[in-house]
Nanobody, 124 residues
Framework: QVQLVESGGGLVQPGGSLRLSCVASGSIFSVNTMGWYRQAPGKQRELVATITSAGRTNSADSVKGRFIISRDNAKNTVYLQMDSLKPEDTAVYYC??????????????????WGQGTQVTVSS
């Protein structure tokens, strides 16, 4: 089976920085698009940024110029570098990945996987 393991969340002051990491592991054939989503209390989950296996990125207007998504295909890892953090960035951040996986006895299957979420709190 496939798992996504996130790390890097925590408490930071406004204007500070955090770097989130997410590693996909398991019976993986290939990892396609990966991304980060977030959900603040009382709000719907929203897209933060995505990156394709070829490196094409997309990000929400609210984080452009502050957040950078990147990936290491050899390590099946996606990163989110967050700079100039604001209180409104406070949310649970979830890693997402579209993955072709080996599944016995079926074979290769494709589906999206989610991490457990990591809390990011921006407060003075």
């Amino acid at each position: 089976q496939v798992q996504l393991v996130e790390s890097g969340g925590g408490l930071v002051q406004p204007g500070g920085s955090l770097r989130l990491s997410c590693v996909a592991s398991g019976s993986i054939f290939s990892v396609n698009t990966m991304g980060w989503y977030r959900q603040a209390p009382g709000k719907q989950r929203e897209l933060v940024a995505t990156i394709t296996s070829a490196g094409r990125t997309n990000s929400a207007d609210s984080v452009k110029g502050r957040f950078i998504i990147s990936r290491d295909n050899a390590k099946n890892t996606v990163y989110l570098q967050m700079d100039s953090l604001k209180p409104e960035d406070t949310a649970v951040y979830y890693c997402n990945a579209d993955i072709f996986a080996h599944r016995l006895p079926i074979g290769i299957t494709q589906r999206e996987y989610w991490g457990q979420g990591t809390q990011v709190t921006v407060s003075s």
